[in-house]
């Protein structure tokens, strides 16, 4: 169960990072600025930021497994149709569908996992989800830039999707959900659960509220590394795009890694305001050195592979945080609503560290992802100071 739903995660995060490994050849490709470059990708959080809520709503309401089997399908066949692209505002539109296909699948896989695996193990359920979703990251490069011409590579990746999404369909009489496991508490409820007064309301709840920032600052972080520290490096020190991609390809596989320890430390410990210390001051203390110094080549990369733990380590802390201030019955809405605040801040950021890559230092793209980074702690530790539960020493 928990395989099949990671490997569609897998998916979701594949395609969210196919274009930043480009952007050197489809800058030549399509004769476009950085800032208009950053487009897609802005166009496709913005996207999904505006339909992420609704559709959370919708995976409590009406189930996650129709909505994962839609979405994953028109994913895999948007992506596929970039491939036939003639114009660079065709590859914006389909990247654009891409993006509110995109929606179901942190709901929904959520939604599924509360629903089939025990508490005892949904630490180490959540950091194998998040895993998969770390190590789509992590090859992205390599597939997109190491096999074949780029066309050709998203016609294939994207009928894996659509394949992924039969799968499912073919499966989904096995899928439980928490949806369907609270039945009796909605009947003892005096009030529709799943009401858009309730939902705003609990929205609105300060630890959501700081779930949400967190979600905001680790986004603007982390953005600026995955999508522009390939043509940061170029820039700044010169290194050819297989090297940079080399060293996103190192910060991404260890933030696959971090993940996996991290849900030892999630179950062992769970949501520590001393993890957050931990790994994200040194997180942003690793981004400000690599971006304020001309350093050896295997420095860069150990630097940013070891940044790319620290964050992953911290995410499986992260999701049980938001299982324990969050409702039973209520993990879909609640995990679109993060969700819709992550894309949107992805949408904001890009074309602002489009901008500094076209116009400015290039270095400000790790100094300003790691000012929020650091910052990501404050929404940590208010989100859980509010769940009332005494934080070990």
Known sequence: MTGLISFGHFMSHFYFMVLPPLYLTLQTEFDVSYTVLALPMALYALAAGVTQTPVGFMVDKLGARKLLILGSGIQGLSIAAIGFTETFWQLTLLYMVTGVANTVFHPADYAILSGSISKKRLGRAFSIHLFSGNLAWAIVPVVMVGLWDWRTTFMVVGMVGFVFSLIVWAMSGSLREEVADRAEAARESNHDSHSVR????????????????????????????????????????????????????????????????????????????????????????????????????????????????????????????????????????????????????????????????????????????????????????????????????
Do not use: H
């Open 198 to 393: 309730q939902g705003l309301g609990l929205f609105l709840s300060f630890p959501i509220m700081m779930c949400m920032l967190f979600y905001v600052m680790l986004t603007v972080g982390f953005t600026g590394i995955r999508s522009f520290s390939v043509v940061a490096l170029n820039q700044l020190y010169g290194m050819s795009e297989i090297l940079a991609n080399t060293v996103l390809t190192g910060f991404l596989a260890g933030s696959a890694a971090g993940v996996l320890i991290g849900g030892l430390v999630a179950d062992r410990y769970g949501p520590r305001i001393a993890t957050a210390i931990g790994t994200l001051v040194s997180a942003g203390i690793l981004l400000i050195w690599v971006g304020s110094y001309e350093l050896p080549y295997t420095i860069i990369l150990t630097a940013l592979t070891l940044s790319g733990i620290l964050q992953g380590l911290l995410l499986p802390s992260r999701d049980l945080l938001i299982r324990a201030v969050t409702p039973q019955g209520s993990m879909g809405k609640v995990l679109g609503f993060l969700t819709t605040g992550m894309m949107l801040a992805a949408a904001a950021v890009q074309p602002v560290f489009g901008w500094i890559m076209d116009t400015q230092d290039p270095r400000w793209v790790f100094w300003l992802s790691a000012i929020f980074v650091a910052g990501a702690l404050f929404c940590f530790a208010g989100a859980s100071g509010a769940t009332g539960e005494k934080q070990p020493a």
